[in-house]
């Protein structure tokens, strides 16, 4: 089941607190047209100077129209300008109470290593921050209700997404369900197909449009299983079949930081926040799991 954009990202209502706005932008703005774009880095960018304007001003600023400047806020999440107007005005009150300005996190091929450490963490706590203010936490319980109940899980996911399927598939296997990574295409696609009702099936693709992932999804999707997708394009081809859609924050990209890492990062949050919800869930099998994976494995850590 496919969402829309308002869908993911505001309920329609003005209500989507305004510290999510700079978050909604970064994801966004891929799917956005050019002069959309243009609008919506600018109030993320100066939400007390743009607060101050109206529709007219806004769109003169920004050398668009008011038209596009009224879709932009509708993309954003907002019924119209002047909820999206009130929201710059809360955000603007939130920087102006001492929060630390922004910094730049493009790193340079003569950088310290100390300036890379912390533009790094800057970056990946920047990352952290705006996936979480655009989780939906309704998309989230639900696929945390279907993987709690499922009879198997098959993740799907490639490259450095992959490594994320690996992570979630193993903490999954550690509280006693039954999980499987799969990074090969053809075995994805030959284990997608014995999947049913009562199954899920888990998309991994920062892109959304990772044909590898999708076509073992697409396969899952039409043999009944409960099917969820974590990427950072709730627009992308992936969410076709996706009956959940968990969108991470569009990577940074950089030429010495490549958007898999950012990405990594985002991802590894999502599920995270899978696993731990399924197993407040199914806390009663998951304990003694738990409990028996460590005790099997504490000699290791013995030597």
Known sequence: MTQDVKEIFGNGSGSTPPAALAAKVRTLAPSMTRSMQRV???????PAGCAALTVTGLAELTGTSEATVVRTARILGYPGYRDLRLALAGLAAQQQSGRA????????????IADVVAKLAYDEQQTLADTAAGLDTAQLGAAVTALAAARRTDIYGVGASGLVAQDLAQKLL??????????????????????KAGDVAIAITHSGSTGDVIEPLRVAFEHGATTVAITGRPDGAVTQYADHILTTSTARESELRPAAMSSRTSQLLVVDCLFIGVAQRTYEQAAPALSASYEALAHRHRR
């Open 101 to 112: 300005p922004a910094l730049t996190t493009d790193i340079a091929v003569d950088d310290p």
């Open 174 to 195: 550690r509280i006693g369900l039954i999980a499987h990574a799969h990074s090969d295409p053809h075995l994805a696609v030959t284990n997608a197909v014995q999947l």
């Open 40 to 46: 919506a880095e600018t109030v993320a960018a100066d």
